[in-house]
């Protein structure tokens, strides 16, 4: 019992530790790519769940709508997010985030 307390973890430090990694490197990257729309919070909305929407940009009160708009544009064409039509509005995916995510750890994949 105590080795599989000690196992999840382990699974979960890592996991978080992968999150992390991968926002510092998206954030470098929008740093890099995209100065003038970089801002840290901006990487970090995009890391609260898979997907962002136009709102959450402005609910954090990083943007209004219409440069909300442009910024996930932005995202977009550099490969960081992926747009996907949802009813009337778009959802933007962190695909990275997302495979993170879904990826199972290797002692429940050979269960």
């Known amino acids: 019992m105590l080795e ?3 196992e999840t ?4 430090t890592a996991r978080i ?4 990694d991968l926002l510092d490197q998206t954030a ?7 100065p003038k729309l970089y801002t840290r919070e901006l990487a970090e909305v995009i890391f609260v769940n898979p997907y962002c929407r136009i709102r959450d ?9 219409q440069a909300a708009s442009v910024y996930l544009k932005a995202l977009t064409d550099n490969g960081l997010v ?3 039509k949802a009813g009337r509005e778009n959802l933007y995916i ?8 879904r ?3 290797p002692a429940q994949a050979d269960r």
């Open 4 to 6: 599989a307390v000690r």
């Open 9 to 12: 973890a382990n699974w979960s």
């Open 17 to 20: 530790r992968a999150i992390r």
């Open 28 to 34: 470098e990257r929008i740093r890099r790519d995209l």
């Open 57 to 65: 940009i402005v609910q954090a009160g990083i943007a209004k709508r």
């Open 82 to 84: 992926q747009e996907l």
């Open 94 to 101: 962190n695909p990275a985030l997302l495979t993170l995510l």
């Open 103 to 105: 990826d199972r750890p």
